[in-house]
């Protein structure tokens, strides 16, 4: 297993994350693609978790928001790949660049059915569940000092 992290939007790790995304949230979710494929994705950095066959098994990605705080987004692990812990490694890897990067805290919005996973990683809720993309959702925090 590896993780390789981008910004740039023409590398083969974007185009596999992108996958996992669509593969993820466009068909499986029904997300729609002007949602998923947003404004920000040359503005964050892009991580895939690779299998040591070279196959992508799991994506997420950070997007800066100022004040020292990253927020995660777009977290998906294909599903012939979960329950491995595979989520768990790529979040540690992009909580690693986040501190690395002297970012303070992490924050993210979390669909209900993960909220348990991000709880277990030191993931705290705050405020009201909100809908995204029709999905209900949670903001969760983390503070990496």
């Keep these: 297993m590896h993780v390789i992290h981008t910004k740039d939007t023409q590398s083969r790790t974007y185009a596999d994350a992108l996958?996992?995304?669509k593969e993820v949230f466009i068909k499986?979710?029904?997300v729609?693609?002007?949602r998923e494929i947003d404004e920000n994705e040359q503005q964050a950095i892009h991580f895939v978790l690779y299998n040591d066959q070279n196959?992508?098994?799991?994506?997420?990605?950070?997007?800066?928001?100022?004040?020292?705080?990253?927020k995660v987004q777009r977290m998906a692990v294909?599903?012939?790949?979960?329950?491995?812990?595979?989520g768990k490694v790529i979040m540690q890897e992009a909580e690693?660049?986040?501190s690395n990067h002297d970012y303070q805290k992490m924050t993210l919005g979390a669909q209900i059915s993960a909220r348990n996973f991000?709880?277990?990683?030191?993931?705290?809720?705050?405020?009201?569940f909100f809908l995204d993309a029709g999905i209900e959702h949670i903001t969760m925090t983390k503070s990496l000092f």
């Design 19 to 21: 996958a996992i995304r």
């Design 28 to 30: 499986e979710q029904e």
């Design 32 to 34: 729609p693609v002007e």
């Design 55 to 70: 196959e992508p098994l799991a994506t997420v990605r950070l997007l800066p928001s100022g004040n020292n705080i990253v």
């Design 78 to 86: 294909v599903k012939q790949a979960r329950n491995r812990h595979y």
């Design 96 to 98: 690693n660049y986040a």
């Design 118 to 128: 991000y709880q277990n990683l030191g993931y705290q809720e705050e405020g009201d």
